[in-house]
């Protein structure tokens, strides 16, 4: 099965053509990523406007490198899967636009697939992997521990109750003057700092949920950094290594926690995944897999282009749900907001809990 996938939730403009076989393995054909990082650069964020235009302006061109590199054409493609939220809702539109014009022209299927889910499938794309899994995604938008039970099938078990992980990377960067984005900044300066410098609190360490906390060490951050100013580079070195040290212990604390909820009600999972932009932190690598490694549990690990958005997993996600029979219609609408456990108006052959790798 080849599929075409297209992501434009954010600030990544990307197509990807990817292969399901019918073991159920997976080869990426193509994967084309534009970041518009640098459009974005001088607002210290990303600014919703300009990413519209510029998915508007690039989509195309993707597709047909992705096309190009896959050395497909559309008649060989089974269908065609667009990324149709949560995200900024410009982007969304333009890229579930984009699909829709391509099925309909090329009398292909539609799979308008939620981001989350796309996250929570791609270590199948990378490795076997059996239902159920614990996933912890944690990027810019989003950070949680999802139960993924099958395919459409997912059960939140934590999420952030105030900041995302790479939300948090990001304020904290800005507010030590560092440049957009943060999460790959801090951890550069993380690693030369002393972490034991400042005494940084370990937001939820111990609680019974596996919710996460952010903001309250944010400012924590803040105020240390008020402190200390002006900030001399050892200073905010010291700083971001503290930052980051907290993030790591509370993390694995949640982590701990969500395992043990997923082993109280859905048994061993196969393993332990991570998804996101912050999982191509490479302290928070080596914190997983000591998590992993505690908990007697397998980590799959996608590598780190794989973590951030991407085509592929659009496409990979497409293909999954596109081999139980799922396709979606051309009116399906975008989706600024879209939860993954109320993810997919599923069949209800799809909540399966070991679907076959
Ligand atoms: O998944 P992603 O590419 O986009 C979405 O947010 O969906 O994640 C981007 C986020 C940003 O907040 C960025 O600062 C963070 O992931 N990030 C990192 C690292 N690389 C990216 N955070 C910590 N360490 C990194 N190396
Ligand atoms: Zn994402």
């Known amino acids: 099965m080849l599929v075409l996938g297209i992501e434009t939730t954010c600030d990544e403009t990307a197509a990807a053509v990817i292969e399901r076989r019918e073991d159920g393995s997976g080869h990426i054909r193509s994967n084309v990523v534009h970041s518009q990082i640098k459009d974005h650069a001088p607002f210290g964020g990303v600014v919703p406007e300009i990413a519209a235009r510029a998915h508007v302006d690039l989509l195309d061109g993707l597709i047909d490198a992705a096309m190009r590199d896959a050395g497909t054409h559309y008649e060989d493609l089974d269908g065609i899967a667009a990324a149709a939220g949560p995200g900024l809702i410009g982007g969304v539109i333009v890229g579930l636009t984009t699909a829709k014009a391509v099925a309909l022209v090329h009398g292909l299927p539609l799979i308008a697939v939620n981001h989350l889910e796309a996250h929570a499938l791609t270590p199948r794309l990378v490795a076997p992997l059996d239902f159920p899994y614990c996933m912890f995604l944690a990027s810019g938008g989003h950070t949680q521990i999802v139960a993924v039970l099958g395919v459409g099938n997912y059960v939140r078990l934590?999420?952030?109750?105030?900041?995302?992980?790479?939300?948090?990377?990001?304020?904290?960067?800005?507010?030590?003057?560092?440049?957009?984005?943060?999460?790959?900044q801090v951890e550069r300066a993380a690693a030369k700092g002393d972490a034991t410098r400042f005494a940084f609190p370990r937001p939820m360490l111990g609680r019974p949920d596996a919710n996460f906390s952010l903001s309250g060490l944010k400012t924590a951050v803040r105020q240390e950094a008020e402190h200390h100013r002006p900030l001399s580079p050892q200073d905010i070195d010291d700083l971001c290594a503290g930052f980051q040290a907290a993030v790591l212990q509370s993390t694995a604390d949640r982590l701990n926690v969500g395992l043990k909820l997923f082993r109280e009600r859905f048994g061993t999972p196969t393993a332990l995944v991570a998804a996101g932009g912050v999982a191509a932190n490479r302290a928070i690598r080596a914190g997983l897999e000591e998590v992993a490694a505690k908990a007697n549990t397998r980590l799959v690990l996608p590598p780190p282009e794989l973590c951030t958005d991407n085509g592929a997993m659009i496409a990979w996600a497409g293909a999954e749900r596109l081999v139980l029979g799922a396709s979606d219609a051309l009116d399906t609408a975008p989706r600024a907001r879209w939860k993954l456990d109320e993810s997919t108006a599923t069949p209800a052959q799809f909540a399966n809990t070991r679907a076959n790798f």
């Open 158 to 184: 934590g999420t952030t109750v105030d900041d995302a992980i790479g939300e948090a990377f990001d304020k904290v960067a800005k507010l030590l003057g560092l440049p957009y984005p943060g999460g790959p």
